[in-house]
């Protein structure tokens, strides 16, 4: 199906595509952009007719298959969801696969247990995309939300986004992590990995669950057995890229309705396409925060 494109988003994915940090292009020429939303010009689906308003993100999207970054996108059908009602073009890219991810990870914690009685919540990468998105939603259903940061200057901005507490990196004692250290976390988000997800497993509460969302630290993980079978604790993969229904379209209904984020608004900013350098350097510089909209040409 033929997409006109209002809107895309950046995420890090983007950034390491487009700079060549991370050898993630399976295709070239490849046009960039994980994420678009936009309105149905020609369909072979019976799902969607021409002006229908839709979103497409992950599965090959901007890495194997033209991504966002166009006025027009060719995608595949059942890579594509029907805007929900109550979210506009806009909110969808301001959400993103960085919203969808949060949402997905925040769904599977509840699923296996995870309930804001259980006790407090720690998420990792916190001023990222999907962390900013985490600490809101989860905070906004009621939990104790600790949002881990190593940059000590965004503290009032976590704390705006509903987090209980501000921990930063610099506290964590990560060259000596014990097997079974204090029990402190019901429930986790991780965006980092390493020995981040490591101190994580090993603070974990009875019956604690971790969603490990990302690798921005590292892609090891050193740790023992003793959280998994002394406290239960679980860890639980959250692929956002290419798990599809019943999941890809009822997380975002959520997203419109109970998951929608509090504050999406005031942690979005946009742009214009030929900003996307620029920002692709925040991204790999470390310093990008919260979420970036692009605005298409011709939207």
């Known amino acids: 199906m033929t997409i006109r494109v209002a ?9 390491l595509a487009a700079t060549g940090t991370g050898r993630i292009i399976r295709r070239y020429p490849c046009v960039g952009g994980i994420d678009l939303s936009g309105t149905v010009t020609e369909s072979s689906d019976a799902r969607f007719r021409p002006g229908d308003e839709v979103i497409a993100t992950s599965f090959d999207i901007g890495v194997a298959h033209h991504g966002g970054y166009a006025e027009y996108a060719r995608i595949p059908a059942p890579w594509v969801v029907p805007l929900p009602a109550g979210l506009s073009l806009y909110d969808a890219m301001a959400l993103g696969t960085a919203g969808f991810t949060a949402a997905l990870g925040v769904v599977r914690m509840e699923e296996n247990g995870l309930r804001p009685d259980r006790g407090p919540v720690i998420v990792s990468g916190a001023t990222g995309g999907v962390g900013s998105l985490a600490v809101d939603m989860l905070a906004a259903r009621g939990y104790r939300v600790t949002a881990l940061t190593g940059k000590e ?3 009032d901005y976590l704390l705006g986004l509903g987090a209980s507490e501000v921990m930063f990196r610099s506290q964590l004692a990560t060259t000596r992590i014990r097997p079974l250290d204090t029990a402190l976390w019901a429930g986790a988000v991780d965006n980092l990995g390493g020995d981040v997800l490591a101190w994580m497993v090993s603070t974990m509460r009875q019956g604690g669950t971790i969603a490990s969302i990302g690798l921005a630290a590292s892609h090891e993980l050193k740790t023992t057995v003793m959280p998994f079978i002394l406290r239960g604790a679980c860890l639980l993969g959250i692929d956002s890229g ?8 009822g997380v975002w209904q959520r997203l419109a309705t109970d998951l929608r984020p509090q504050h999406l608004q005031a942690m979005t900013r946009s742009i214009a396409f030929d900003d996307l350098p620029q920002i692709f350097d925040e991204y790999i510089g470390g310093r990008a925060h919260g979420r970036v909209v692009v605005t298409i040409a011709g939207a």
């Open 7 to 15: 809107y895309s988003s950046v995420n890090y994915k983007d950034a």
């Open 153 to 155: 200057s965004e503290r």
């Open 242 to 249: 290419y798990i599809g229904e019943p999941y890809r379209n």
